[in-house]
């Protein structure tokens, strides 16, 4: 695709209930991060995936969220049992890194909100 | 590990005065240094690069930026602000393990005022 893309764009839900976010990174992008921002936090690290090796889940605030990423391409963030303290916009990127030195490009994010 | 600071959360600047945004890394190895803008409802997007080419980078809208490995810092400047320059930027800095995951400094946010 043209860019890269998230959805849903927003989503609200109960505490305590599961999400998914989706992203589809630039076609051809063999690295793909997953950022949290919150209000005044700048943007959080949460895991990082490059190509078939092991993702870097360093930055995973607890064991209730997990990522995949199916084929290379299209990654899921799925939160379990949210919690208010959830609240944030989650950004997704993908990189070409053998190339640009790593520079990323960014999805318009999705606002997640719980109540 | 990596780590980026920047110093003040808001800066505001009259228009056609200096912009100076303040960035300082931690590296144990020769880094990437990037900084990146958010203008308003919109996504990040990448402003400028360091990769070790030159010391002084420009970017996009007029901004560069010098990589000063004695003081590690990697400071953003803007000789006129402009009104639409009033965004938030980041700083970042990868290249640590050989791999890309970067980390992004709390963020700036430029005011400009008429």
């Known amino acids: 695709g043209a860019g890269v893309s998230q959805s849903p764009s927003n989503k609200v839900t109960e505490k305590g209930k599961d999400v998914e976010l989706r992203c589809d990174p630039i076609?051809?992008?063999?690295?793909l991060y997953w950022y949290r921002q919150s209000l005044g936090q700048g943007l959080e690290f949460l895991i990082y995936?490059?190509?078939?090796?092991?993702?870097?889940k360093s930055g995973l605030p607890s064991d209730r969220f997990s990522a995949e990423r199916t084929g290379g391409s299209v990654s899921t963030l799925t939160i379990q049992r949210t919690q208010q303290e959830d609240s944030a916009v989650y950004l997704c990127?993908?990189?070409?890194?053998?190339?640009?030195?790593?520079?990323?490009?960014f999805g318009a994010g999705t606002r997640l909100s719980v109540l | 590990a990596q780590s980026v600071t920047q110093l003040g959360s808001h800066v505001s600047v009259s228009e056609g005065a200096l912009v100076l945004l303040r960035c300082n890394y931690s590296?144990?190895?020769?880094?990437?240094l990037f900084w990146y803008v958010q203008y308003p409802n919109q996504g990040l997007q990448l402003l400028l690069k360091?990769?070790?080419?030159?010391?002084l980078v420009k970017g996009i809208n007029g901004f560069e930026a010098e990589f000063k490995k004695s003081e590690t810092s990697f400071h953003l400047t803007k000789p006129s602000a402009h009104m639409s320059d009033a965004a938030e930027y980041f700083c970042?800095?990868?290249?640590?393990?050989?791999?890309?995951?970067?980390?992004f400094g709390a963020g700036t946010r430029l005011f400009v005022k008429a």
């Open positions: 590296s144990s190895v020769p880094p990437y």
């Open positions: 076609s051809g992008h063999t690295a």
């Open positions: 990127a993908s990189s070409t890194p053998g190339q640009e030195h790593g520079i990323q490009y």
């Open positions: 970042a800095v990868s290249g640590d393990t050989g791999g890309f995951k970067t980390i």
């Open positions: 360091y990769t070790s080419a030159a010391t």
């Open positions: 995936f490059q190509g078939n090796s092991a993702p870097d």
